[in-house]
T-cell receptor, first 115, second 109 residues
Framework: ETGVTQTPRHLVMGMTNKKSLKCEQH?????MYWYKQSAKKPLELMFV???????ENNSVPSRFSPECPNSSHLFLHLHTLQPEDSALYLC??????????????FGAGSRLTVL | GQNIDQPTEMTATEGAIVQINCTYQ??????LFWYQQHAGEAPTFLSY??LDGLEEKGRFSSFLSRSKGYSYLLLKELQMKDSASYLC??????????WGAGTKLIIKP
């Protein structure tokens, strides 16, 4: 496998469920990101991990809980979500976090629907 | 506040040329990116501009004017596979990426 892989690609959950999104990168990058993509809105940065330490948490509700066990894997744990959390959740990785030209490599995303 | 503006949707004809504009107001500037995203797929990197001028990569070119807070992505010899959303993003003085909402490009035969 190459690039950034996200599972599951589609997820439907009730408001009381607990589920997790998984991201794996095979690029040897040292920074990983979670983004939320809603229709006709800019990408919203949720979390950044650099060298496995969380360096950014953009006022994301506590019902979203990230985990980065190593530099290749990133999880987003979901619990008691709201219907407005329905969106495409994109994982990305890069080599270096703050350098000017570092390019993000994205996964194809996990399409989440909260009923 | 920081803001990136780009058209919501554009339509063009196969074989033609299309220009997608992006204007930005950010606190500082450390480069501008264009990404392409086909429906249901990952965004993929197209170009990076940090100095004024035109960068050409095959059928795609990207232009930057820092004094005007303006960029465009130029697509030549359009093909049906170019139907996608095009995302403009700027790195601000803190190296945070500020994203536009994307431009959906529809190519017609």
């Amino acid at each position: 496998e190459t690039g950034v892989t996200q599972t599951p690609r589609h997820l439907v959950m009730g408001m009381t469920n607990k589920k997790s999104l998984k991201c794996e990168q095979h690029l040897g990058h040292n920074a990983m990101y979670w983004y939320k993509q809603s229709a006709k809105k800019p990408l919203e940065l949720m979390f950044v991990y650099s060298l496995e330490e969380r360096v950014e948490n953009n006022s994301v509700p506590s019902r979203f809980s990230p985990e980065c066990p190593n530099s290749s894997h990133l999880f987003l744990h979901l619990h008691t979500l709201q219907p407005e959390d329905s969106a495409l959740y994109l994982c990305a990785s890069s080599q270096g976090e703050h350098s000017g030209a570092n390019v993000l490599t994205f996964g194809a995303g996990s399409r989440l629907t909260v009923l | 506040g920081q803001n990136i503006d780009q058209p919501t949707e554009m339509t063009a004809t196969e074989g033609a040329i299309v220009q997608i504009n992006c204007t930005y107001q950010t606190s500082g500037f450390n480069g501008l990116f264009w990404y392409q995203q086909h429906a249901g797929e990952a965004p993929t990197f197209l170009s990076y501009n940090v100095l004024d001028g035109l960068e050409e990569k095959g059928r795609f070119s990207s232009f930057l004017s820092r004094s005007k807070g303006y960029s465009y992505l130029l697509l030549k010899e359009l093909q049906m596979k170019d139907s996608a959303s095009y995302l403009c993003a700027v790195k601000d003085s803190n190296y945070q990426l500020i994203w536009g909402a994307g431009t959906k490009l529809i190519i017609k035969p």
